[in-house]
């Protein structure tokens, strides 16, 4: 797929702005490339996906937190009746102990089942965008060594304060849309 969109790129490129001179510097907004990039849509959707996954997790464990605090306040009810037995009333506060500390570790590993989660979709959307980049990268430079370019800015950097790198450019040297 990627040589088909690669030969697809040149052949527009071709028709569109004919061959570029040589030793020419061209420009393109990588960032916008990134944007427009089917597989950049695709990999969007598939950790949109993931997200849900994880939502849909977290909200069973919830609600199985929600049931165990229920259940507490009935042992708590239960612990302090006094129609109930002293030994009934001692049951009921012994339980309500153990459901307290299994709320106290379900509640833990909600939490580190959540960061633990977020952590592994942080390392995937790296992976995935680093993947995208190169890809992009390397239908840039086929694409510049057909044209003959010396060389190719993006123009979407920054410097270290937040300025634009590259402040203009004329619109027939910008191969974004290319």
């Given at each position: 797929m990627n040589k088909f969109l690669t030969a697809?790129?040149?052949a527009a490129v071709l028709m569109v702005g004919g061959a570029r001179?040589?030793?020419e510097i061209a420009f393109v907004?990588?960032?916008e490339v990134f944007k427009q990039f089917y597989k950049t849509q695709l990999a969007q959707d598939q950790i949109r996906q993931q997200a849900d996954d994880i939502k849909m997790e977290r909200d069973e464990i919830e609600e199985e937190v929600k049931v165990?605090?229920?259940e507490i306040e009935v042992l708590r009810a239960?612990?302090?009746?006094?129609t109930l037995s002293d030994e009934v009333r001692a049951n009921k506060r012994d339980q309500l102990e153990e459901k307290l500390?299994?709320?106290?570790?379900?509640?833990?590993d909600m939490v580190e089942f959540e960061k633990l989660r977020r952590q592994q979709m942080e390392q995937q959307n790296t992976r995935m965008t680093k993947k995208l980049f190169d890809d992009i990268h390397a239908s840039v430079?086929?694409?510049?060594k057909a044209q003959g370019f010396t060389a190719v800015i993006d123009r979407s950097s920054h410097s270290r304060i937040g300025t634009d790198n590259v402040l203009i450019i004329r619109p027939n040297v910008d191969n974004?849309?290319?």
């Open positions: 697809l790129f040149l001179a040589e030793d907004d990588l960032q165990m605090k229920e239960d612990s302090r009746d006094e500390v299994e709320l106290q570790t379900k509640e833990q430079i086929t694409f510049s974004t849309a290319d």
